[in-house]
């Protein structure tokens, strides 16, 4: 790889072989060849179109969550995306502050913490993303899954209207929400290696407090039900469709992964320093230094107990990057 040439584009930003244990929520991962941070659009496609004309693999880093990053760590360019723009973009109908009425349309960088952005619309009295407080990650990472919360049940992807994308064959163009397939814990992203520069949403007038309150009982309910203030990713696994639920059939037809995990009598193991969350069995933390070849011998253990028990064969949520 022209990993050097690269480097010499770039310029002095450039990090040389960055642990990426230092940019995940899983505190886990090997170092990155190369590592720089992107702060505007205009820079995140400069790094990007720098490394494709060198034939160097480009991995755009968002907030770090839902990811495990190989022991070996990542091969080429790592971007952090730190672009961090969020305004309103147009409006439809009227509007006016605290009254229901009219459409309101946010557009947000791929970089933006989902936290930010969810507050940034809270506080303007826009309907759409309350319920996503606490979601942990960026507005790019959120589009990649189609990030969800289930109480009540919404994607972020609901809410989205259109989204300027670079193309894997370097074409930078604004497309519209049905473009993304999105899906549960699914998107186009996953297979088509396009990158989000950033999203526009399409939110209603709202009641201030009311969204607050939406979105207090969302962190509530997720302080009751998840570990807090641990090194994790985020879940480990998708939760099984209904239609797998039927035919097996689950305990009580249960959808829930965690279920599974809990009831095989996995909750608590430990391998190494990492753990399935005596909390929650859908996650995995990291105790104090967990490799990630700690973390890929509990997925398998528990996949291999939930299939022997069960009948279902688990699919990850968390994404694999690197070398393992």
Request: hydrophobic share 40%; aromatic share 8%; proline share 3%.
């Amino acid at each position: 790889m022209n990993l050097e040439k690269l480097k010499t584009i770039l310029g002095e930003r450039v990090k040389k072989n960055e642990p990426m244990a230092h940019h995940t929520t899983f505190k886990i991962g090997g170092p990155a060849d190369l590592f720089c941070d992107a702060k505007t659009t205009e820079e995140l496609v400069r790094f990007i179109l720098s490394a494709r004309k060198l034939d160097v693999p480009a991995f755009i880093l968002g907030g770090g969550s839902n990811i495990l990053v190989g022991d070996g760590g990542i091969r080429g360019l790592v971007v952090k995306n730190s672009t961090e723009k969020i305004v309103i973009a147009g409006v439809k109908g009227a509007y006016k502050s605290g009254v229901q009425a009219g459409t309101v349309f946010v557009q947000a960088d791929s970089g933006v913490e989902m936290n930010k952005l969810v507050r940034f619309t809270i506080e303007e009295g826009l309907a759409g993303l309350e319920a996503q407080l606490g979601l942990p990650g960026t507005v790019g990472g959120a589009m990649y899954m189609n990030s969800k919360w289930t109480h009540p049940v919404g994607y972020v992807g609901d809410c989205v209207y259109q989204a300027t994308i670079i193309t894997v064959k370097n074409e930078v163009k604004v497309v519209s929400q049905s473009y993304f397939n999105f899906g549960y814990d699914q998107s186009s992203l996953q297979t088509n290696g396009d990158i989000v520069l950033s999203v526009v949403f399409r939110l209603k007038q709202g009641n201030k407090k009311e969204l607050w309150n939406v979105a207090n009982q969302s962190m509530v309910y997720r302080h009751e039900t998840q570990p807090q203030g641990i090194k994790s990713p985020g879940c480990t696994f998708r939760n099984v469709s209904k239609a797998d639920a039927l035919r097996v059939p689950t305990p009580n037809q249960t959808t829930s992964a965690g279920y599974l995990v809990d009831h095989a009598g996995l909750k608590g193991l430990s391998h190494g320093d990492a753990q399935i969350s005596p909390v929650h069995a859908n996650f995995i933390i990291n105790r104090a230094k967990a490799n990630a070849s700690d973390v890929v011998y509990l997925i398998e253990q528990a996949r291999k107990k939930v299939k022997e028990q069960f009948g279902v064969t688990l699919t990850e949520e968390i994404v694999r990057v690197g070398e393992f």
